[in-house]
Nanobody, 121 residues
Framework: AQLVESGGGLVQPGGSLRLSCTASGFIMDYYAMGWFRQAPGNEREGVSYITTDGTTYYTDSVKGRFTISRDNAKNTVYLQINSLKPEDTAVYYC????????????????WGQGTQVTVSS
């Protein structure tokens, strides 16, 4: 199983990015998909996840700014990030969970290598 993230980069405060995560080696339709992030010196934290039926969940700090979506036909999950803030700077990871999804790192079965998002003027 493999997850490959893309779409990170350097963006000014208030800007937007769309992260993508493409899955291979397993049937993504059967998995909840999550996005996590880890800033230097911090633990990895759950940002958002989407269940197999498309229900979405967000941590409070990103509600109204981040939108998760999935396209099972393309084996891809997306994270649209708007109104970026410097505190959003982190490596963003996607992950797959066979057991329904969660914002907890320990629930997830497969992980990508991450994509760096840097918010700075």
């Amino acid at each position: 199983a493999q997850l490959v993230e893309s779409g990170g980069g350097l963006v000014q405060p208030g800007g937007s990015l769309r992260l993508s995560c493409t899955a291979s080696g397993f049937i993504m339709d059967y998995y909840a998909m999550g996005w996590f992030r880890q800033a230097p010196g911090n633990e990895r934290e759950g940002v958002s996840y989407i269940t197999t039926d498309g229900t979405t969940y967000y941590t409070d700090s990103v509600k109204g700014r981040f939108t998760i979506s999935r396209d099972n036909a393309k084996n891809t999950v997306y994270l649209q990030i708007n109104s970026l803030k410097p505190e959003d700077t982190a490596v963003y990871y996607c992950a797959a969970d066979f057991h329904g999804g969660s914002l907890l790192v320990t629930h997830y079965d497969y992980w990508g290598q991450g994509t760096q998002v840097t918010v700075s003027s």
